[in-house]
């Protein structure tokens, strides 16, 4: 990830990072392209959150695309914040990791990759322009109803984010919320279903 998006990360979770402020290596070093940078930003919002109000003891030790997707290693983490970051893990599969925009798992000669129509040819090395406000937009937002969505879910928050929902046009939560606008509609559907339990 380029050097100005996991500055940023510092700035804002370092204490959240292994490696920070040592004087081993004073910035995490993310291991996936820039285009996740809204996706990182989003699950290390989630992890802050809890360490902050839960009292989870928690520690980011590696940030990496693996089998195509995003995964985050991290210590000191309980059944909720797993699952949040199991769905971070979900809406990366549908996140261009060159550039942010919505994309589509593909296989390429073997290698699984996310991939917009822009960028399928290009390798996740290559240094693409991204657009850094966007995608502080998208993780903030996917923090907030990634969070709604434990809370309102617990364990089974997973298993609703891969359900294909009749409100999101027979699209999965985890594929919606590749978007800022995703999201929003993802956040209408949380609090009508919690309005439906409430009556
Ligand atoms: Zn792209």
């Given at each position: 990830m380029d050097s100005v998006y996991e500055g940023q990360l510092a700035v804002d979770y370092?204490?959240?990072?292994?490696?920070?402020?040592?004087?081993?290596?004073?910035t995490f070093a993310c291991q996936c392209a820039s285009g996740w940078f809204g996706l990182v930003y989003a699950a290390l919002g989630i992890l802050n959150s809890y360490k902050k109000h839960r009292d989870q003891k928690i520690i980011v030790v590696q940030i990496k695309e693996k089998f195509g997707k995003l995964r985050i290693y991290c210590g000191g983490t309980n059944a909720f914040s797993e699952i949040a970051l199991e769905i971070i893990e979900m809406v990366s599969g549908h996140v261009?990791?060159?550039?942010?925009?919505e994309g589509e798992l593909a296989n390429d000669r073997g290698w699984l990759n996310v991939r917009c129509g822009e960028h399928h040819l290009t390798t996740s090395i290559q240094s693409v322009e991204a657009s850094k406000l966007m995608m502080l937009a998208h993780g903030r937002k996917l923090a907030s109803v990634i969070l709604d969505i434990v809370c309102q879910f617990g364990v089974q928050s997973a298993a609703w984010a891969r359900l294909p929902a009749t409100a999101l046009g027979g699209l999965t939560p985890a594929e919606v919320l590749s978007t800022e606008s995703g999201c929003d509609k993802v956040m209408v559907l949380l609090s009508r279903l919690n309005d439906s339990v409430l009556d």
């Open positions: 370092g204490s959240l990072l292994d490696t920070y402020g040592t004087s081993r290596n004073d261009c990791e060159c550039c942010g925009a």
